[in-house]
């Protein structure tokens, strides 16, 4: 157990929905990362979170979007899904630069 | 092309076998860091490099991150079947090494240890 949790686990759902996946980071750490792992792209990293402030943006479309709250945990929120959008997402968080991952929600777009 | 090349995709040993994955950057390394995956599961952070010539290790597994930074190699003594598994490579690319922890990830490469 790394101490960062995700939920759900799993997430199906239909093309053109809006899901949103959540992330607790560890206790203390102030920094969260959401990646994306798909079998095609492998392991992208998607967006940063520092203390609530957005520190750093990857290849992140603009149907998705992300927030860190006063308690420092993060929702990731992805709108107008589509088939490619079925991935494996990760939330990773760290106090001194080593990312620590999450067990990951897998989402399956039909 | 990837900016980070992990060689070779896969790799078939028989356990007690030693093998090595490499990872090469088309860019300065600033920090690399070696993570194993289950298939399907969170990454496991193995060890972080950062100066040139930085050798780790962890119990049979040894990481080292050459002079000039810009090639790691994880390598495995006497593996056995709790090794398999995919192991990434990640790193700091950007200039400077200001990037505060976000990585370039490899496309990994996927262990098999017979027993």
């Known amino acids: 157990d790394s101490g960062v949790t995700q939920t759900p686990k799993h997430l199906i759902t239909a093309t053109g929905q809006r899901v949103t996946l959540r992330c607790s980071p560890r206790s203390g750490d102030l920094s969260v990362y959401w990646y994306q792992q798909s079998l095609d792209q492998g392991l992208q990293f998607l967006i940063q979170?520092?203390?609530?402030?957005?520190?750093a943006k990857g290849n992140i479309l603009e149907r998705f979007s992300a927030q860190q709250f006063p308690d420092l945990h993060s929702e990731l929120n992805l709108s107008s899904l589509e088939l490619g959008d079925s991935a494996l997402y990760f939330c990773?968080?760290?106090?001194?630069?080593?990312?620590?991952f999450g067990p990951g929600t897998r989402l399956t777009v039909l | 092309s990837q900016e980070l090349e992990q060689s070779p995709q896969s790799l078939i040993v028989q356990e007690g076998k030693n093998l090595t994955i490499n990872c090469t950057s088309s860019?300065?390394?600033?920090?690399l860091y070696w993570y194993k995956q289950k298939y399907g599961e969170g990454l496991i952070f193995l060890m972080m490099l950062q100066k040139g010539g930085e050798e780790k290790s962890h119990e049979k597994i040894t990481a080292k991150l050459d002079e000039k930074k810009q090639q790691s190699s994880l390598h495995i003594t006497a593996s056995q079947p709790s090794h398999a598994g995919i192991y990434l490579c990640g790193a700091d690319i950007s200039a400077g090494g200001t990037s505060y922890g976000k990585l370039t990830f490899g496309q990994g490469t996927i262990l098999t240890v017979h027993p």
């Open positions: 990773a968080s760290s106090k001194q630069g080593i990312p620590v």
């Open positions: 979170y520092y203390n609530g402030e957005e520190r």
């Open positions: 860019k300065t390394l600033y920090g």
